[in-house]
């Protein structure tokens, strides 16, 4: 049987949302690497500096499904344009922050912006593509993301070095600017059908992801006993509760919790969850490791981290590719193993001398990893789904994901802290290593979760034909 190919269409949804998917992801820990030279020429505190990097996560996070849920009533091309406005005039405002408040707030602004753009991107480009292709081209969107996750320090590190901290947000703009029309003129709009905004349901489960993010983006300022971080936490758990027990008893709510009843969607999104909680937790260390260890400046750390962060351009979309033959799931798996096995090689070899040739392995097997989970774990999620769930099911995994990035950052940073710090190259040492353990361990799990995802996922039909799904193609140009 002949595969489908890829018409204008679904190469310009594919273009445009992995551009966009790209930006979002990249604002994640772009920043982290700019931070000493934002100190310097903004002033503030060592909280205002970690709040630069939080406001984003935290916004980011707790909006997701909001924001799904909005596109899914009111358009998805429509609001997927209108937060990707939001998003690039938060850029320029960032770029142009004459103080470190301002800079918090502009961040916070990107992040709800993100959280808009992020979910439906997903959406928009699993309905312009046939089945056959989904996973050829859900593999290059998540290589492209996954790119944008782990190079965040490179590219950050490289502009401030270079050019000067306000160019990593005023990057996003020209770019932003370029894909406003492009979005409004060669992407289908399309709705949920019968889709209704869930109040209560979003406010549940908005506070939940505010209560729990807030703590956990606060833990190592604080500590865990903290009385912010514990109500935080406490009251965070208690409204994602309350959440769960509306979504089994809402007739229409904003993520219906009959979706975790399939192996594969429960699978699939706790084993995300635990990726990034690895992948974020130790990228963030290792980084430090490469510069305060052993002596590289920003970009020649981000340039020696190639190998794994730069891996996916070659990797996902043939791994894509095999899961479109094979099935989602053994490609998952494999990849959740390899990037486990990498973590480990990390922590066996390292120490304050140690070669990059002795790193390299480590390096190339997290790259090669991580290309091969981003690849089909997109498609394995939006296959779990009837096409009238693909948006809350994103918004839902997007969440869960950024939640997991801010968890992995918060154990992994803790564990550091108990066993190490910053006053010796061997201290560093002594905290980076059992932390990375931990982030091994928690993408081993990832990958022992990912085999509740059936073999071979039914390929979900094209949404306008399964479900009457209102779609509108924009007019010829």
């Known amino acids: ?13 594919l273009v445009v949302t992995g551009a966009a998917g790209f930006m979002a992801a990249l604002d994640n820990l772009v920043v982290t690497t700019a931070l000493p030279a934002i100190r310097a020429d903004l002033g503030g ?11 984003y996560t935290l916004t980011f996070a707790v909006l997701l499904m909001f924001g799904s849920a909005l596109g899914d009533r009111f358009g998805r091309r429509r609001l997927f344009t209108a937060g990707l406005a939001l998003f690039t005039a938060a850029s320029a405002a960032a770029a142009l922050s004459p103080g470190i408040s301002r800079l918090i707030a502009a961040r916070a602004v990107q ?6 753009m992020m979910p439906l991107s997903l959406t928009l ?42 160019w990593i947000f005023w990057l996003n703009v020209p770019i932003g600017l370029a894909l406003i029309p492009l979005a409004r003129l060669r992407l289908a709009e399309s709705t949920a059908p019968n889709a209704r905004l869930d109040v209560p349901g ?9 209560g729990i993010v807030y703590g956990l983006v606060n833990a190592n300022a604080h500590g865990w006993t903290s009385a912010p971080v514990l109500t935080g936490l406490i009251a965070g758990s208690a409204l994602i509760g309350g959440f769960v027990h509306h979504g089994f008893r809402n007739a229409n709510p904003v993520l219906p919790m009959r979706l975790f009843r399939h192996r594969g969607f429960f699978g699939i999104n706790l084993a995300s969850l635990l990726m990034y909680l690895g992948m974020f937790g130790s990228i963030f260390l290792l980084s430090q490791f490469l510069q305060g260890v052993a002596g590289y400046s920003p970009t020649e750390a981000g340039l020696r981290m190639l190998p794994w962060t730069g891996m996916g351009m070659i990797v996902a979309p043939l791994a894509g590719t095999l899961a479109d033959r ?27 001398g140690v070669s990059y040739a002795a790193q390299l392995p480590a390096l190339v097997l997290s790259g090669i990893g991580m290309s091969m989970y981003f690849a089909p774990a997109n498609h394995v999620l939006m296959s779990t789904v009837a096409p009238g769930d693909q948006g809350k099911a994103s918004g839902t995994n997007n969440a869960l994901r950024e939640v997991g990035g801010a968890l992995g950052v918060a154990v992994l940073a803790s564990v550091f802290s108990a066993r190490g710090g910053y006053e010796t190259p061997q201290v560093f040492t002594d905290g980076t290593v059992p932390a990375l353990w931990i ?27 399964a479900t009457g799904a209102l779609v509108k193609m924009p007019a010829a140009h």
């Open 111 to 116: 992040g709800a912006g993100a959280a808009v």
């Open 326 to 352: 094979i099935g989602g799931r053994p490609v998952v798996v494999a990849g959740l193993a390899l990037q486990a096995i990498g973590l480990g090689w990390f922590a066996l070899v390292l120490s304050p």
């Open 202 to 210: 979003t406010l549940l489960i908005s506070g939940g992801l505010f």
């Open 125 to 166: 480009l699993t309905a312009a593509v046939p089945a056959a292709r989904r996973g050829m081209a859900l593999g290059i969107y998540g290589a492209v993301t996954g790119l944008a996750v782990a190079s965040g320090p490179l590219i950050g590190g490289s502009l401030t070095e270079h050019i000067s901290w306000q």
């Open 45 to 55: 505190r060592l909280e205002d500096l970690e709040w630069t990097v939080n406001a």
């Open 439 to 465: 982030g091994s361990a928690a993408v081993a799990l990832a990958a022992a979760l990912a085999l509740l995802v059936p073999r071979r996922p039914k390929s979900v039909p094209v949404p306008e034909a």
């Open 1 to 13: 049987m002949t595969q489908q190919k890829l018409g204008p269409s679904a190469v310009w949804a």
